[in-house]
């Protein structure tokens, strides 16, 4: 065998290799209409899908490459790397873009420069040595992938700026949470009910979506007729415990006073 160099951006050229992934597209594609359905429990279940495709193609080939495997020798002990590494300057959205695709990330890191490790399902984000995040990387070379709890300290500084903000369908958890900000926005008005709903965000940041999502939807469900408020809601959980009463002494004691009044006075005459 020769080795030769196909030109750049001509994949082309290498056709025997990369006909290869047509063919593995094309076989799994039959195997899901055999199938019947595309759904799986776990990305493992599906990895197991794909090695048994894989296997039944490369049975017939097992002969010859026993034969290859004899005279092969073997691998250097490094192995190759399993991600790819990319420098990402953050923009002042709180966003990086990774393979055309749009993630966000917590919004103390705007204007500074990350390194980004691609792997296959996930992204791992570094400030220098330091490890900041792990993400779980979007299908496809399209998109955005927000997490509210990024950016909503930085939405709260400029809450003008989220009625036009690009990325604004992402910050809506589920559809209780689109429905709460229709009911804050028609209770309230549009900016004061953004305002509130950027309020909610922060505070189900703090608590997890699970702790006050089946709250938040009965304080938006038509049936309840009374407006409300973030505060309101932080007061019904017990977040917010008004302030004691101090106790005033109603009646002063004035000897004291009448003493140092009665020095002052012998000192001037």
Known sequence: M?????GIDCPDQNGDVESQNGHLKRRLEQHLLL?????????????????????????PR?????????VMRPLPPSRLSEYDELSCWVSQHSTIRVKKVVYSV???????????????GQLKLFYGR????????????RGAVIDYRHVIEHLLR???????????????????FRLAYDRLVADHGERAGQLEYLHLLKLTAELGE??????????????QPTKWTVAGLRRHLGLEKRPAVPEIQLEPELASYDALLSGEVNHVG
């Open 106 to 120: 917590p919004a103390r890191l705007i204007g500074q420069e990350v390194r980004v490790e691609v792997y296959e």
């Open 210 to 223: 699970g702790a006050i999502g089946s709250i938040v939807g009965e304080f938006s469900s038509p049936a």
């Open 35 to 59: 199938r019947g359905y595309r759904d799986f429990e776990s990305v493992g279940a599906y990895d197991g899908f794909v090695m048994g495709v894989l296997d039944k193609a490369n049975h």
């Open 2 to 6: 020769k080795p030769r160099t196909i």
């Open 130 to 141: 330091e490890l900041l995040l792990s993400l779980a990387r979007a299908r496809g070379d």
């Open 62 to 70: 097992r002969t010859r490459l026993a034969e290859e495997f004899k």
């Open 158 to 176: 400029k809450p003008g700026a989220f009625a036009h903000y690009v990325h604004r369908e992402e910050m809506f958890p589920d559809s209780t």
